[in-house]
């Protein structure tokens, strides 16, 4: 809000004449006496009086010019004052007129800045209406523009994936042509097949009839062969016949921890080779027949550093090299011989005592077919 006042001042003319008119007068004065102290001393100089003296005059003359110039002046000064003041007077009712104008100018304009800003108030509010409008709008269309280039981006998403299905499936069709043609081929070598099926089935049907009356006349010559190793090593209780194999104590034929044989367990074996060797001339030669020589151990680990074998595993198929060995170095054909050895895995009973540990300590010979 603007307001606009006017503030009476006070005239200081008239004053201001009378103090200039004192001045010239009292400067008019002491002209004088300048003048008449300056002839004074002239005169009474005698060297220059009577020249001094026609100066003065001349000075004198020239000085009441100016005076008479100064008095004409200063009566030209004083009408202008008057003349001033007049003016004054007549600006001071002007603007005594004029402050009153200004007053309820001032009280318009009061109410012409209170509309003013009444209405500002509600152009502001109107401003901040549409600002919102406005960044409303501004969000409705960077949304739609947003979904515009969504939809260009799925727009070119579908046509890519429709022309990759179509890529997709020609090159189904295509795989689908070479199904069928493999297909149609399947069906062709299954159908030979199914006669060679036929065929082979045929010849299974034989060969097992031929490997069931081989095991039969195998199985004709195990119970001779474990009876005449029986009777050739007595009732030793190192020795035991379990169903289709006898076994063999480790502790007759090694000592602990040994896979060399010991000379006892070479005069057992020289005696189970005899029977070998007489059942290698009864059984006929049109039977594939093998004796199984398997080394079994206990649980009892390996010392680590044993020089050898480093487990159970390793020591069990040594002992089986040694006994297949020994038994072909008394005369058994070696091909007859198949050693294998299988540590700990398999025992005969579960016991932690020496008893049984004894007992899974084992060489076990079977006579089978290859």
């Known amino acids: 809000m603007m307001n606009i006042r006017f503030r009476e001042k006070t005239n200081t003319w008239p004053a201001f004449v009378d103090l200039f008119s004192n001045l010239v007068i009292i400067l008019i004065f002491l002209l004088i006496v300048f003048v008449f102290l300056w002839t004074t ?43 001033a003041r007049t003016e004054l007077e007549n600006l001071s009712a002007n603007n005594t007129q004029l402050a009153t104008e200004l007053q309820q100018v001032d009280m318009t304009m009061d109410e012409l800045i209170a509309d003013y800003e009444s209405k500002v108030a509600e ?48 090159s189904l069709a295509d795989q689908l042509n070479k199904l069928q043609a493999a297909l149609d081929a399947a069906e062709e070598e299954s159908h030979q097949k199914d006669i060679q099926y036929v065929e082979m089935s045929n010849r299974l049907n034989k060969a097992l009839a031929d490997k069931v009356a081989e095991l039969n ?16 090593l007595g009732d030793d209780s190192f020795i035991q016949t379990t169903g289709d194999r006898f076994i063999i104590s480790s502790d007759i034929l090694f000592s602990s921890g040994s896979y060399t044989l010991s000379p006892e367990g070479k005069n057992q074996l020289r005696l189970i080779a005899n029977v070998i060797k007489d059942l290698e001339n009864k059984i006929p030669t049109n039977i594939d027949w093998i004796i199984r020589v398997d080394g079994h151990t206990d649980r009892q680990q390996v010392i680590p550093g044993t020089r050898g074998y480093s487990n159970n595993m390793e020591l069990s198929l040594l002992r089986a090299n040694a006994v297949a060995a020994e038994l072909a170095r008394d005369g058994v054909s070696r091909r007859r011989l198949i050693p294998s050895g299988f540590g700990d895995l398999h025992p005969v009973v579960l016991g932690t005592d020496s008893a049984s540990l004894q007992q899974n300590r084992r060489i076990e010979l079977q006579l089978t077919n290859r």
């Open 41 to 83: 001393t002239s005169v009474f100089n005698r060297d220059s009086g009577a020249k001094t003296v026609a100066d003065l005059k001349k000075t004198n003359a020239e000085q009441a010019e100016k005076i008479v110039q100064m008095t004409a002046d200063e009566e030209e000064a004083k009408r202008l004052l008057v003349l």
């Open 123 to 170: 152009l502001q509010s109107q401003g901040n209406d549409l600002s919102a409008q406005v960044a409303d709008l501004t969000n409705q269309l960077n949304q739609a523009t947003l979904d515009k280039q969504r939809t260009a981006e799925l727009e070119q998403e579908r046509r890519a994936l429709q022309e990759q299905m179509a890529t997709q499936r020609a």
């Open 217 to 232: 006349q195998v199985a004709q010559y195990q119970s001779t062969f474990y009876k005449a190793i029986k009777d050739a």
